[in-house]
């Protein structure tokens, strides 16, 4: 596809019943000029991401009928996991991959959050480099308390109160976070342990906010249908920070614990630059179709 290009990678509050994802990715496929280049799921997260791709008029009509579908199929009073949410689509972040700037999809955040709130009646969070307040630029200050806390707190609390919308979250699909960032890659580091103390140890060592790697988050997770402890990392700007070097801190700290890496999970898909920088990753899952660049030449030429 010649022109401009957006991705986009949200993330839904749904990773063990295959029908509701199905219908969530049915929909998003639904509108024309825009593709769906991956998914994938997670019955411990309960979370699916999905990554698309196309025109910015024809990612923007995709995403909103995604979150549409998402709204009308998860309930959040019901839903239970261990990463934490906000909303049934709990995040849905723009990428400019082709002829975009990031201030066009700024710009696309907003229409889409307003349309989000005005026909689905769904709060809106702007975050990342559409963020409208400082504090706001960090995912985790927008879900602190997760649905549960934020559904109380949003009732007193005006910094809390959306930047669309009102001052209480959807009864069942809580509120969406919607902004414009940077091509992110994300990945799980699964520990040989249950020990979920060695996993907070390690995220806490990596990540940026307590004092680690630029450019990094990571939290401490355990996986009950697996019995084993997880560091789950966000790599904001591989151009920053090497996946190659968040990788090895994380082998580096395992091994403090006397703790070996049982594997590691790409989740979603990672640009084809990004692999330089990681060398001895080696993602259990991966193969060619989790390369952004081949998704899109396959999809959209």
């Not at 702007?126 to 307040?133: F, Q, S």
């Not at 109160?161 to 699909?173: I, N, R, Y």
């Not at 591989?238 to 994380?250: K, Q, R, S």
Request: proline share 4%; charged share 25%.
């Amino acid at each position: 596809m010649r022109g401009p290009i957006v991705e986009c990678v949200p993330n839904f509050s749904e990773g063990r019943d295959a029908a509701v994802v199905a219908a969530i990715v049915e929909a998003i496929s639904s509108a024309t000029g825009a593709a769906v280049l991956g998914r994938t799921s997670d019955a411990d997260h309960n979370r699916s991401v999905v990554t698309f791709a196309g025109t910015p008029e024809a990612v923007v009509e995709s995403a909103f009928r995604g979150i549409e579908r998402a709204a009308a199929r998860i309930d959040l009073n019901r839903h239970t996991g261990i990463h934490p949410r906000i909303g049934a689509a709990d995040v849905v972040p723009l990428v400019p991959i082709s002829s975009v700037t990031m201030g066009d999809c700024v710009r696309l955040a907003e229409q889409l959050a307003e349309r989000v709130w005005r026909e689905l009646h769904v709060p809106v969070y702007l975050y990342e480099a559409a963020a409208r307040r400082p504090d706001r630029a960090n995912l985790a200050n927008i879900r602190r308390g997760n649905f549960e806390g934020l559904r109380e707190e949003i009732r007193f609390n005006a910094e809390r109160l959306p930047d669309f919308g009102e001052a209480a979250l959807h009864p069942t699909a809580g509120a969406c976070v919607i902004g414009a960032r940077k091509l992110l890659i994300a990945f799980n580091v699964n520990l040989a342990t249950a020990d979920l103390k060695i996993a907070h140890g390690i995220a806490r060592k990596i990540r940026f906010s307590s004092g680690g790697f630029e450019a990094v988050k990571a939290l401490g997770l355990f996986l009950e249908s697996r019995g084993h402890a997880q560091v789950s990392v966000n790599l904001t700007d591989f151009e920053v920070t090497p996946l190659g070097a968040v990788f090895e801190a994380i082998r580096s700290e395992s091994e403090r614990y006397g703790v070996r890496i049982s594997g590691t999970e790409l989740i979603g898909l990672i640009p084809r630059k990004a692999l330089e920088t990681g060398a001895g990753v080696e993602f259990e899952n991966f193969g060619p179709q989790l390369i952004l660049e081949n998704q899109l030449e396959k999809k959209l030429d």
